[in-house]
Structure formats: structure tokens, C-alpha cells
């Protein structure tokens, strides 16, 4: 009886000594596991144009001092970031997250430009106007979304909005005949840094969607989408038998199970601080396994 307790003790002991994640120990100053937590925000970011601003309050800007150091709770940092946000993807999301991580008490301003404004500055984009605002405003980070916004920042804007820093990337941003549109926004002390997540970005989701084209034109006529509403007249047979393993493992299934759904992720890239080393963007389904797999032909009517 004896030897079996001490069996017991002894492996609860071994358990216990374990290397963690990593194969880190305690004494490599492990993170405990924080306790789940059932809060979470149950309404969508208003926009500034539904909230109701009292302007008789004089609003005089924090320093960058003041804002590290803490503001009063009734007085947070405001701060302003702002973008396209065409595919709302984690880069997008974490940009979003180190500017509400700025200061102790962030209040997260998000401005997003209008379908006309980026068309003629950028180019076209995937998702409409209202489909980027609503994305931005489901993001947990936001605090309000502005429709909109301008590509240029000006004094009269940042004062309408009461904004004391702006955040965007350091990377000067040429556009709109200038070397960097936060030139001035950097001169006059209110810019304040993030770090851009490599290996993602909505340039980058494009290419991989352009680059497999036949890859995934394939995969939504097997979901059914017509040959006209994909805008596709004739698909290279030579393209499609070369790719054959590429274009199952796409279609494949036709349904997904309607009890428990599973959906293969693409590898998602992390995020780089700037102390970590460079992280490999995901693959291209050319590097996936191929499985076995009964070809699926394209209808006579599809291929008209």
C-alpha cells in the first residue's frame, strides 16, 4: 500500500516538473493561463455621425507623456487610425489592436475611406463602402467608425473629432501627390507607430486568388455559382488536368457536414514585434497534398 501511494506521489511530481510550452519550466517565467472570461462587447462600434458630442467642453490634447502615463478614466486618449480595410483580414485586426494598445486608456477611433475616394486614389476594391464600414465595426478594438474619412488629414478634421494621436505604420505613405500623407501629422508630434503583420495583406490575398484562378473558378461552380455569374466563357482544359489534385482538394467536398462543419484554414501568418524574426507567408495550394479523387467535369452549358 505503502509503494502505491509513493508511486502516486511520484508521478504527480513528475507532472508537475514537466517543461511547458515550448519546453519552458516554471522557472523560465511561463505565463499563467488567464481565466476565461464571459464579458465581451454585444453591439457593433457606433459611427461619429450617430453620437452625440458635447462641444462646450473645451477639449485641449494630452501629451504623449500624459497619454503613457494614464489619463483619468472620463478622459481617455483618443486616437485615430485609418485605412481601406478592403477583406478584412488579421492584419487589418491587429494594426487595429496595437493602436488601442497605445496608451492605458485608449478610446480607438477608426476612420474608413468611401468607395469614391479609394477608387481614385488607390484603386478598385472587392468589398463596397458599407461592407468595409460594417466590417470595421465589428472589429472588438473599435470604439467608432468614421464614414468617409478623408485621405488627407486636416487641422479642421482632427479638431471636429478631438483626436490626439493618429496611428498608422511608419512606413511613409506616398499618395495624393505626396512622399508621405502623415508628414505633418508626424511634424506636429501626434503620429504614434504600429507594426504591419507580414506574410498578409489584401494585395496578397488577390495574388493568391489570381494566381490559382482555375483553382478556385472550379471550386464555386462545384458550389454551385453558374459559369455567368463567375464571368467565366471557356476554362484551359490543359490547365485544369495539370491541376487536377489541386482542384479536388478545392471542390472536395460538395457539402459539408450539417451536424459539425469542418473547413480547412489557410496557415495563418503571425505577427512580427519588432524584436521577432520574419515569418514565411502561407503556402499556395500547389504545395498542399494531393488526395484521390473522381475528376468533376464542367457541363455543356458552363463551358457556353
Known amino acids: 500500500m505503502d509503494a502505491q501511494c509513493s508511486a502516486k506521489v511520484n508521478a504527480r511530481k513528475r507532472r508537475k516538473e514537466a517543461p511547458g510550452p515550448n519546453g519552458a519550466t516554471e522557472e ?16 457593433p462600434a457606433p459611427f461619429s455621425d450617430e453620437i452625440e458630442v458635447d462641444f462646450s467642453k473645451p477639449y485641449v490634447r494630452v501629451t504623449m507623456e500624459e497619454a503613457s502615463r494614464g489619463t483619468p478614466c472620463e478622459r481617455p486618449v483618443r486616437v485615430y487610425a485609418d485605412g481601406i480595410f478592403d477583406l478584412f483580414h488579421s492584419g487589418h485586426a491587429r494594426a487595429l489592436m496595437q493602436a488601442k494598445n497605445l496608451f492605458p486608456n485608449t478610446y ?3 476612420g474608413v475611406c468611401s468607395d469614391e475616394l479609394t477608387h481614385n486614389f488607390k484603386g478598385f ?17 473599435v470604439d467608432e467608425v468614421v464614414r468617409n ?12 473629432h478631438r483626436i490626439d494621436f493618429v496611428a498608422h505604420d511608419d512606413i511613409p505613405y506616398s499618395s495624393a501627390g505626396s512622399d508621405d500623407v502623415y508628414k505633418h501629422i508626424k511634424e506636429a508630434g501626434m503620429f504614434a507607430p504600429t507594426q504591419r503583420t507580414e506574410g498578409i495583406s489584401t494585395s496578397d490575398i488577390i495574388t493568391r486568388i489570381v494566381r490559382d484562378y482555375d483553382v478556385y473558378a472550379r471550386r464555386n461552380l462545384q458550389r454551385g455559382y453558374t459559369a455567368k455569374e463567375l464571368n467565366v466563357s471557356f476554362i484551359n482544359k490543359h490547365m485544369l488536368k495539370e491541376g487536377k489534385g489541386r482542384m479536388l482538394q478545392a471542390i472536395s467536398p460538395k457539402q459539408s457536414p450539417s451536424s459539425s462543419p469542418t473547413r480547412e484554414r489557410s496557415p495563418s501568418p503571425s505577427f512580427r514585434w519588432p524584436f521577432s524574426g520574419k515569418t514565411s507567408p502561407p503556402c499556395s495550394p500547389a504545395n498542399l497534398s494531393r488526395h484521390k479523387a473522381a475528376a468533376y467535369d464542367i457541363s455543356e452549358d458552363e463551358e457556353d
Open 108 to 110: 480607438l477611433i477608426v
Open 28 to 43: 523560465d517565467g511561463v505565463p499563467s493561463k488567464v481565466q476565461r472570461c464571459a464579458v465581451g462587447l454585444r453591439q
Open 125 to 141: 476594391t472587392v468589398m463596397n463602402e458599407n461592407e468595409r464600414y460594417d466590417a470595421v465595426q465589428h472589429c472588438r478594438y
Open 149 to 160: 474619412a478623408p485621405w488627407t488629414l486636416t487641422p479642421e478634421f482632427l479638431a471636429e
